[in-house]
C-alpha cells in the first residue's frame, strides 16, 4: 500500500462515521497531512453544516503548516455554492498545494468542475486513488445521483423451513423469528439508510413503528404503501412523529389533514408499482431504502430488478405453514455469518452493480 493508498484508506474510515446522517449529501472523510504526519482529520457534519474539509481544515492548530500539505479527500470537493460555500474555494484560499481524491462527484454541479477549480489556481491534483473503494462509500449517493432512484435493500427474517409469518397470530404485533442482537443490527441499519418501507399486510397485521429505538440514531423516513388507506388512525405509522409518504392510488380519495409530517402520495397501481414508487422517493430526495413488507412486496421489487442487496436473517423456529419468504435468485448470494443461533446471508444484486 502505498502514501496515498495509506491516507485515502483513513478518509474512508472517517466517512462511515456521517453514515445516516449527512442526507441528502454524501458522506465523506478528509485528511490532512504535513511532513508525514496527520494534522487534521474531518468527514461530513449533517445536511447544512460542514462539509469534511471545512471540518478537517478546522482541525489544524497551526494552519501555516496547510501551505506545504497534502489534502486526502475520499469524494471530489464541490465547487458550487449550496448550503455551504464551495470546498475547492476553501482548500485554495489555505493555499493547499496538493490534493489527492478518492473519486469523481457526478453530482450535475460538481463532476470534474472541483478538480478543474483546483488546478487552475496551481494545486497538484490527484483523482482516482482506491476509486472503487470510494465509490462503495457512497453507494448510495452515486446510485441517486446516477439511476434517479434510492440505493434499495430488502430484508426479511424466516423461519428454519423458509416462513416469513405462522398462519394464525393471536395479536396486532410482530412474530419474532430472530435474536435480540439481530434485532438490534436491524435497527443500526434503520439508523444508516435514509427510508424504510412496508406494505399494508404488514401495517395491519403488526402496527409497526418503524423507528430505530433500540439504537442510537435518525429515524428513517418512513414509506407504506396503502392503495387503498386501509391503515387504522390509530396506528403507530400515522401518529406524524417522523416524516412518513403513503403511496395511495390515484382513486383512492386522499384525507384532508392537519399532518405536519405526513404526505400521501399518489400513482396508478394497474400498471407496475415499484418504478411509479422509486419516481416519488426520487422526488423527496431519498437516497436510500430498507424494504422491511411483506413477501408480496419484496416479491415486487425482486421481481422488477428494482433491488440493489438483500439481507435475509434465518431463525431457528419452525412454522410447518403461513406466509411463504420471498424466492431470490441464489447466484446474488455474497456471503453468510452467525449471529448467535441465526445465519443472516447477503444477497448482491450483480445485474445492478
Same mark, same amino acid.
Not at 411483506?294 to 421481481?303: A, V
Given at each position: +500500500?502505498?502514501?496515498?493508498?495509506?491516507?485515502?484508506?483513513?478518509?474512508?474510515?472517517?466517512?462511515? &462515521?456521517?453514515?445516516?446522517?449527512? #442526507?441528502?449529501?454524501?458522506?465523506?472523510?478528509?485528511?490532512?497531512?504535513?511532513?508525514?504526519?496527520?494534522?487534521?482529520?474531518? #468527514?461530513?457534519?449533517?445536511?447544512?453544516?460542514?462539509?469534511?474539509?471545512?471540518?478537517?481544515?478546522?482541525?489544524?492548530?497551526?494552519?501555516?503548516?496547510?501551505?506545504?500539505?497534502?489534502? #486526502?479527500?475520499?469524494?471530489?470537493?464541490?465547487?458550487?455554492?449550496?448550503?455551504?460555500?464551495?470546498?475547492?474555494?476553501?482548500?485554495?484560499?489555505?493555499?493547499?498545494?496538493?490534493? *489527492?481524491?478518492?473519486?469523481?462527484?457526478?453530482?450535475?454541479k460538481?463532476?470534474?468542475?472541483?478538480?478543474?477549480?483546483? +488546478?487552475?489556481?496551481?494545486? =497538484?491534483?490527484?483523482?482516482?486513488?482506491?476509486?472503487?473503494e470510494?465509490?462503495e462509500?457512497?453507494?448510495?449517493?452515486?446510485?441517486?445521483?446516477?439511476?434517479?432512484?434510492?440505493?434499495?435493500?430488502?430484508?426479511?427474517?424466516?423461519?428454519?423451513?423458509?416462513? +416469513?409469518?405462522?398462519?394464525?397470530?393471536?395479536?396486532?404485533?410482530? *412474530?419474532w423469528?430472530?435474536?435480540?442482537?439481530?434485532r438490534?443490527?436491524?435497527?443500526?441499519?434503520?439508523?444508516?439508510?435514509?427510508?424504510?418501507? *412496508?406494505?399494508?399486510?404488514? *401495517?395491519?397485521?403488526?402496527?409497526?413503528?418503524? &423507528?430505530?429505538?433500540?439504537?442510537?440514531?435518525?429515524?428513517?423516513?418512513?414509506?407504506?404503501?396503502?392503495?387503498?388507506?386501509?391503515?387504522?388512525?390509530q396506528?403507530?405509522?400515522?401518529?406524524?412523529?417522523?416524516?412518513?409518504?403513503?403511496?395511495?392510488?390515484?382513486?383512492?380519495?386522499? /384525507?384532508?389533514?392537519?399532518?405536519?409530517?405526513?404526505?400521501?402520495?399518489?400513482?396508478?397501481?394497474?400498471?407496475?408499482?415499484?418504478?411509479?414508487?422509486?419516481?416519488?422517493?426520487?422526488?423527496?430526495q431519498?437516497?436510500?431504502?430498507?424494504?422491511?413488507?411483506?413477501?408480496?412486496? !419484496?416479491?415486487?421489487?425482486?421481481?422488477?430488478? !428494482?433491488?440493489?442487496?438483500?439481507?435475509?436473517f434465518?431463525?431457528?423456529?419452525?412454522?410447518?405453514?403461513?406466509?411463504?419468504? /420471498?424466492?431470490? =435468485?441464489?447466484?446474488?448470494? #455474497?456471503?453468510?455469518?452467525?449471529?448467535?443461533? =441465526?445465519? !443472516?446471508?447477503?444477497?448482491? =444484486?450483480s445485474?445492478?452493480?
Open positions: +500500500m502505498n502514501t496515498h493508498e495509506h491516507y485515502i484508506k483513513r478518509a474512508l474510515q472517517l466517512a462511515k &462515521n456521517g453514515l445516516g446522517n449527512t #442526507y441528502p449529501n454524501p458522506t465523506v472523510g478528509c485528511v490532512i497531512v504535513a511532513d508525514n504526519k496527520i494534522i487534521g482529520e474531518g #468527514y461530513t457534519s449533517p445536511a447544512g453544516q460542514n462539509h469534511a474539509e471545512v471540518n478537517a481544515i478546522s482541525a489544524v492548530k497551526d494552519v501555516s503548516l496547510l501551505k506545504t500539505a497534502t489534502i #486526502y479527500v475520499t469524494l471530489e470537493p464541490c465547487s458550487h455554492f449550496g448550503k455551504t460555500p464551495p470546498c475547492a474555494d476553501l482548500i485554495i484560499k489555505h493555499q493547499i498545494p496538493n490534493v *489527492v481524491i478518492g473519486t469523481l462527484d457526478t453530482h450535475d460538481v463532476c470534474g468542475r472541483g478538480v478543474q477549480k483546483l +488546478m487552475e489556481a496551481g494545486c =497538484n491534483v490527484t483523482v482516482g486513488v482506491l476509486e472503487e470510494c465509490k462509500s457512497n453507494k448510495r449517493f452515486f446510485t441517486f445521483q446516477e439511476k434517479k432512484r434510492p440505493y434499495i435493500i430488502l430484508k426479511w427474517a424466516e423461519s428454519a423451513d423458509g416462513f +416469513m409469518s405462522p398462519e394464525k397470530k393471536e395479536t396486532r404485533t410482530p *412474530v423469528i430472530t435474536n435480540t442482537l439481530s438490534q443490527i436491524v435497527h443500526k441499519w434503520r439508523t444508516e439508510e435514509h427510508a424504510i418501507l *412496508v406494505g399494508t399486510t404488514t *401495517v395491519l397485521a403488526d402496527n409497526p413503528k418503524l &423507528n430505530s429505538r433500540d439504537w442510537n440514531g435518525n429515524n428513517p423516513v418512513r414509506i407504506v404503501i396503502d392503495s387503498q388507506l386501509k391503515t387504522p388512525q396506528s403507530h405509522v400515522l401518529d406524524d412523529s417522523q416524516k412518513t409518504i403513503f403511496i395511495v392510488d390515484t382513486a383512492t380519495q386522499v /384525507p384532508n389533514s392537519e399532518f405536519k409530517n405526513t404526505f400521501f402520495e399518489e400513482i396508478d397501481f394497474s400498471n407496475a408499482i415499484a418504478p411509479q414508487i422509486m419516481s416519488v422517493l426520487h422526488k423527496h431519498i437516497q436510500s431504502i430498507i424494504i422491511e413488507g411483506g413477501s408480496k412486496t !419484496l416479491q415486487t421489487f425482486i421481481d422488477s430488478n !428494482l433491488w440493489d442487496e438483500a439481507r435475509v434465518k431463525g431457528d423456529a419452525v412454522f410447518s405453514s403461513g406466509t411463504k419468504s /420471498p424466492i431470490i =435468485n441464489k447466484s446474488f448470494f #455474497y456471503s453468510e455469518e452467525k449471529i448467535v443461533q =441465526n445465519t !443472516l446471508t447477503l444477497y448482491i =444484486n445485474n445492478n452493480a
